[in-house]
């Protein structure tokens, strides 16, 4: 209990000015050295007002340069993803990576860095900076893992939200880090892993232009709004998380040069968090199952995402194996789903979509003290609300009976922890508690009614047949 209240004191003594600074790797490394990694802050959730404080401005200044670019589509898309991402591992599994590195450090470590030099933190900035380069170039390079981490590109907006866009699956593949764990202690791994993600939220935006001198060092907003390009020079470069250098020192550096277009070569059009989350790895499972060489269903695995074989090949013309030129001026592809931002529903994911933000942000500033129930059930409620909403931003017919179904869900949780006098934190003040409530009883409404609507409507066209 002492470690924990003094991780909670660090947080306190950080002043707004220090706080920030995290998010450029500017601070004293005195202050973020610690000996076991249960001392080390959560960075992350602490950063959570600073992340919303970002969009809020950053959605100013673009409005100002006359660049908004804050599709609900997409944004819900990218904080929708975070929030699945953030839940699974904290509450399922402990990332892989992580559980493997503490034990390759306690069994096999050659020697271990004295874990309060300044020498060992400078140390480890550099070699997990040069480790996410592998893993980041890998995850292009590499099909398995590329079906993690091609949702990050997928969208074709590209602001401070899109940071957030990562796959469940993707810290499970980061074991390039290994390596390190046979002299680097956890703690200090724990620290920098945390801060090399941090960094690299700033450099998600269009609002920062190039920075002078600082380009040929660090990765900056411009060197990663190439990396996100679907433009030919875009592709496959750039793939430094805090420096730039091992992109110019390997090869696969390339300057922002002509006006980027965003997103995947071919899009994935989709507001389910399941869907985006699993989508690539089915259409790989299905890709692998078709293919009856061994040797080709193998490099459909470890082979980059554009290769083909020669059975797939068949049929296609040379300009259908290529990537397709990016027209200019840059435009946005058609995308159905953005006429759904002039319906009256759009007002209604909106409202349920900050509530259940509101959930998450509360629910992880006070997981730790939760109930196993309240927080598998709060886990419940997010995954829920999530994939409804994204049903009604795709326009699906059936969107009402998932709502309808959400609803019922979110009272029968309700209930049961009202039944076992179970304390809720996430809902500790009463009126907030009773609204929650009281906006479900209209949803439920307000969704059975467009049902009943529905079978009126379909009644109607019978009869007149």
């Avoid at 699974?88 to 503490?102: D, S, T």
């Avoid at 979509?353 to 419940?380: K, P, Q, R």
Wanted: proline share 4%; aromatic share 18%.
């Amino acid at each position: 209990m002492a470690e924990g209240r003094l991780v909670k004191v660090h947080s306190q003594n950080m002043s707004h000015v220090e706080m920030v600074g995290r998010f450029f790797y500017i601070m004293d490394p005195h202050k973020h050295m610690f000996e076991t990694p249960i001392e080390v802050p959560d960075y992350l959730i602490e950063a959570l007002p600073f992340f919303v404080a970002a969009v809020f401005l950053e959605m100013f200044i673009a409005f100002l340069q006359d660049g908004y670019n804050h599709k609900l589509f997409y944004v819900f898309n990218n904080i929708s993803a975070a929030m699945f991402q953030v839940t699974i591992n904290k509450l399922v599994v402990q990332p892989l990576g992580y559980v493997l590195y503490c034990y390759v450090h306690q069994h096999y470590r050659l020697t271990t860095l004295p874990w309060d030099s300044v020498w060992t933190w400078l140390f480890a900035f550099v070699a997990i900076d040069f480790a996410y380069y592998w893993f980041h170039r890998m995850a292009h390079e590499v099909n398995l893992l590329w079906c993690a981490h091609q949702m990050h590109h997928s969208s074709e907006d590209y602001n401070l939200t899109t940071a957030f866009r990562q796959s469940i699956a993707q810290k499970y593949f980061k074991l390039v880090y290994i390596p390190i764990a046979l002299i680097l202690p956890p703690s200090i791994y724990l620290v920098h892993a945390q801060f090399n993600l941090l960094y690299q939220v700033w450099i998600h935006t269009e609002v920062v232009p190039k920075l002078g001198p600082l380009e040929y060092i660090f990765n900056t907003a411009s060197h990663h709004r190439v990396h996100h390009g679907r433009n030919i020079y875009c592709i496959d470069t750039n793939y430094g998380g805090t420096l730039i250098i091992w992109d110019r020192i390997l090869g696969t550096f390339a300057e922002e040069e002509e006006k980027v277009s965003y997103g995947l070569v071919y899009p994935e059009y989709t507001a389910n968090p399941l869907l985006l989350q699993g989508g690539h790895f089915y259409y790989l499972y299905r890709r692998f199952c078709k293919l009856e060489k061994w040797s080709d269903k193998l490099n459909c695995l470890f082979r980059k995402p554009c290769w083909m074989a020669e059975s797939e090949k068949v049929g296609l013309t040379p300009e259908q194996m290529e990537i397709p030129e990016v027209e200019s001026p840059v435009q946005l592809r058609v995308l159905e789903h953005f006429k759904m931002e002039d319906r009256l529903e759009t007002y209604y994911v909106l409202f349920h979509f900050l509530i259940s933000t509101f959930v998450f942000v509360t629910f992880f500033g006070n997981y730790m003290s939760l109930s196993v129930i309240t927080a598998y059930g709060c886990m419940c409620y997010l995954f829920l609300t999530l994939t409804s909403c994204g049903f009604i931003l795709e326009g699906r017919w059936f969107w009402c009976h998932v709502e309808v179904i959400r609803c019922l869900s979110v009272f029968a949780i309700d209930a049961y922890l009202t039944w076992k006098s179970i304390d809720n934190p996430v809902f500790r003040m009463k009126y907030v508690l009773y609204g929650v409530r009281i906006i479900h009883c209209l949803s439920l409404l307000i969704t059975s009614f467009q049902i009943l609507t529905k079978i009126d409507d379909v009644a109607s066209k019978k009869k007149k047949k």
